[in-house]
């Protein structure tokens, strides 16, 4: 049984607050953790709420990594959702574990696009002539 892609659900507990309220600094982690995955970033898009929490977005040509935190509870929860097997999710992971100082981490892991009529290894990406093909 071959996906499409994989989805870390990383949960980040007892975080530094301080850098978990820093927008550049959580900004830069994703940035970084893409980059460490090998990833080919597309877009970055960061929020900081008042008085203190960050969402943002990493867009990935292999699909996204994102983040909500909450400083106030030393807690962040991550996303990283990747396709293809070029991409090493887990170092993301790790890279922000360490980044955010997190003493309580835990990482799901989730398979996504399970095509249950094939066994063969799935492409994550089909040409057009291909993609008319699919029925």
């Known amino acids: 049984m071959h996906a499409l892609g994989s989805h870390l659900l990383v949960e980040l507990r007892d975080c530094n607050r301080e850098i978990l309220k820093d927008l550049q600094k959580v900004t830069d982690a994703m ?5 460490r995955a090998k990833a080919t970033i597309v877009d970055v898009s960061f929020h900081e709420f008042n008085p203190f929490g960050i969402s943002g977005m990493v867009v990935i040509a292999e699909s996204h990594l994102s ?3 909450w400083p106030e509870y030393g807690y962040a ?3 990283i959702f ?3 097997d070029v991409i090493k999710p887990e170092v ?3 890279y922000l574990i360490e980044k955010f100082e997190s003493r309580n981490p835990s990482i799901v892991e989730m398979k996504r696009g399970i095509i249950s009529h094939t066994n063969e290894k ?3 990406k089909i040409s057009d002539a291909e993609f008319q093909m699919v029925p």
């Open 92 to 94: 993301a992971a790790q």
């Open 67 to 69: 983040i909500h935190t």
């Open 122 to 124: 799935l492409p994550h």
């Open 82 to 84: 990747t396709c293809g």
């Open 31 to 35: 940035v970084s953790a893409a980059q």
């Open 77 to 79: 929860a991550v996303d």
